[in-house]
């Protein structure tokens, strides 16, 4: 990790939106970064310099897909929604955070601020609907402004309430709460200093420590104690923060993590991770929280601020949201998620037709506009073929292969008049361990299918996630472990071809360079970094 300039400028900007006005104000704040001297430490807490080289602590291949044989792809670890200036605020998040189910079903929680100021939290294990099923719990937090958050688990925090996020926490100048997607590269190197310090944690969390940041800080004003907490970051964050009269949204300045705003009738102001969110609760789109942007909206004046945050760095936004991770009825990264899914699925035909085949079928439900794109590109007619089932609940421990095997059909079943005697091509959006395909393709011969075709809407997944997306280890992921014909016979399919990483940048054009592609190029936009040694003190 490079050293970051010892002292530059921002430029704040403040937009009286509340009047409608484009009226900016331009101040200069001055910053003077410390370097970090940072190492890397290994989940469990060894010095491994192979493995750790890129493995943060958040990476969590031990966690990955075990309880559940019919789902093989890698799982978004948050969502976030936030809404100020709404009395009705922590139910709007309640109905956000459902829509955003997909992105974490492990945890939730709202923090509101009431009219008296004071923030209060409610957060719970499991889906937004159980955590909030008593109805006493969304009475408990009226007010005007609310931070909502979702989650994965990760490593040692199963069914821990304490890493459930928001995390709320007092310090000198008041409370603040932070929601987070998003994972850290340099969290054991603050945390290591921080703990240096005195720092006291809570939680395994890597949030915990912004938190700390903004309390440490020698900056005044908060806005300055956040974009100096940011600066410190390394890694990918989408935050919203919540005070008793602020909102404050924050994205890292390679933007992995999407976050959009948008605006409903009333004039509340609604921050979510995806666009979903705001359609549910009829706020309407405005635009993106720019890669590097910190939003402030004070909710006495709902006057909105924008500054940004002085590194500037290229932009990386997560490409893995268009395959996989975003609802397709979202807008993400200003795309259409379900027109980049289609046009993956073109892509994928002119560039591995299936000559033979008689119809496209897709793996439901995320495969489904790739199969779209590939049928409609080679004029072959498109049926759904597998039905998944959504009320199977988490998979049970199963005893043995024969009774796995028999619980994955629970979750996808084939439509047997579909298949029957026909060459299929079967449209799935990632390949990730393979469990799941090879299981799919036994489905599709059993049920009666001549052949099975497997095309995959983009590139072979080499390597982990650094970026918050919960990813198996390197060598879990079976396009790292074989080679394309390993992989197919692997799988058994009859042929079995990828989107390839030249057609999916030529999908995005001049854009290309914006996206991260790390988990299919090995090209990690930012390293962990490494902590310094830890000093042992001796209890006096
Ligand atoms: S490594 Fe893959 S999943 Fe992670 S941010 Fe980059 S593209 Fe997304």
């Known amino acids: 990790m490079g050293t970051a300039a010892a002292a530059t400028t921002r430029l704040l900007l403040h937009h009286h939106a509340a009047a409608g006005s484009e009226r900016y104000r331009a101040q200069q704040l001055r910053y003077s970064a410390s370097p970090f001297p940072l190492s890397l430490r290994s989940r469990s807490g060894r010095r491994d310099a192979a493995a750790g080289a890129l493995l943060p602590d958040r990476v969590t291949p031990f966690s990955y897909g075990t309880d559940d044989d019919a789902d093989d792809h890698p799982r978004e670890e948050c969502g976030l929604v936030g809404v100020v200036g709404d009395p009705d605020a922590a139910s709007l998040c309640y109905l956000g955070l459902q829509k955003l189910q997909h992105r974490g079903e492990e945890g939730a929680g709202i923090v509101a601020v009431g009219g008296d100021g004071k923030l209060k939290s409610v957060t719970g294990l499991g889906l937004v609907a159980d955590v909030f099923g008593d109805p006493a719990r969304l009475a408990s937090l009226p007010g005007p402004a609310a931070i909502g958050h979702v989650r994965y688990s990760t490593a040692g925090a199963a069914a ?6 928001p995390f709320l926490a007092g310090y000198r100048f008041g409370q603040v709460a932070v929601a987070h997607n998003g994972n850290l590269v340099n969290y054991q190197a603050l945390r290591n200093k921080l703990e240096a310090r005195g720092s006291i944690f809570n939680t395994s969390s890597d949030t915990e420590v912004i938190l700390h940041l903004i309390a440490t800080s020698l900056s005044r004003p908060l806005l300055a104690r956040v974009c100096d907490a940011c600066e410190r970051l390394a890694g990918a964050y989408s935050l919203l923060f919540l005070t008793a009269d602020k909102m404050f949204a924050v994205r890292d300045p390679h933007g992995f993590r999407p976050l959009v705003m948008g605006r409903r009738r009333n004039g509340a102001v609604v921050f979510a991770s995806e666009t979903c969110a705001l359609d549910l609760i009829d706020a309407t789109y405005e635009r993106e929280v720019q890669p590097g942007e910190v939003v402030v909206v004070d909710r006495r004046d709902m006057s909105v601020a924008s500054a940004c945050l002085v590194p500037h760095r290229p932009r990386r936004a997560c490409v893995f949201e268009h395959i996989y991770f975003a609802l397709p009825n979202s807008v993400v990264f200003s795309h259409a998620v379900h027109e980049r899914r289609t046009a993956f699925g073109r892509a994928l035909a002119e560039e591995s037709p299936a000559p033979t085949a ?27 073929g597998l039905i998944r089932w959504h009320y199977s609940g988490r998979s049970f421990i199963q005893p043995t292969q024969a009774i796995r095997d028999l619980a994955v059909k629970l979750k996808l079943a084939p439509v047997r008049g579909v298949i029957r005697g026909k060459s299929v091509v079967v449209v799935d959006d990632s390949l990730v361990r393979g469990t799941t395909s090879s299981k799919i393709v036994r489905l599709l011969r059993d049920a009666g299918a001549r052949e099975v075709h497997m095309r995959i809407a983009s590139p072979p997944v080499v390597g982990s996630c650094l970026y918050g997306i919960d990813t198996p280890s390197e060598g879990e992921l079976i396009s790292n472990r074989m080679d394309l014909e390993g992989v197919r016979r692997e799988i058994g399919c009859d042929s079995l071809a990828f989107l390839s990483l030249d057609k999916l940048h030529g999908i995005y054009g001049d854009e290309a360079g914006d996206y991260c592609d790390a988990c299919f190029s090995k090209n990690y936009p930012v390293l962990p970094t490494v902590p310094e040694p830890v000093v042992e003190l001796e209890e006096a």
Not at 160 to 165: A, D, G, I, P, Y
């Open 358 to 384: 008689d119809v496209v079928i897709p793996v439901p439900d995320s495969g489904f506009y790739a199969a779209l794109g590939f049928a409609r590109a080679s004029g072959l007619e498109f049926q759904q």
């Open 160 to 165: 821990s309430l304490r890493n459930v996020q």
